[in-house]
């Protein structure tokens, strides 16, 4: 009995040693399997963390770029803007050259009719005049001369005037 006793002994003792073997080994596996998650943990972290700034980085350019899109858009609107006001005063420009066209031709209409209206006024004068001359005194005679001087003064007058209207109106349709 002491020889089974001592041989179950021995069994007990190498089935121990073989479990603390074993647990041994897990303790080794666990302790590398922990130290592998630490790892992978740590590099997950980092991961993360470069990911976070990577985010950043990206929020970043988006908002620039944003921006860069808000100043366009306002740039390219201002432009547009200051093309149709162009468009506008092009379109009054031209509306008031057609005006300043009519306008002379009316001016030029009506300076004829007045040179007219004065050139017939000044021969009916001197017509009247003529007949009238054998029934009048010298001192009427001296007086309608004075008038017919005083009335081809107003007509030179006239005409001049005309003539210088005229030149400013070129002037300013050359413009």
Known sequence: M???LSNTLKVLSKERQDES???NESRMVSENIAEEKESKLSCL???NKQMEISKEIVNK???QQ???NTELYVKLKKESDAGN???ILSKVNQDERKRLNELREISEIMIVNENHKLICTSQSRLCLEEHIKPVTNPKERFKNK???QIDETNYLNVKLNNENESSMK???ALK
Do not use: G
Request: aromatic fraction near 0%; glycine fraction near 0%; include cysteine.
């Open 2 to 4: 002491k020889n089974t």
């Open 21 to 23: 073997t074993k647990l």
């Open 45 to 47: 972290k980092v991961n």
């Open 61 to 63: 350019q988006i908002l």
């Open 66 to 68: 944003r921006n860069e």
């Open 85 to 87: 006001k162009l468009q």
């Open 146 to 148: 004075c008038i017919q």
């Open 170 to 172: 070129q002037k300013i």
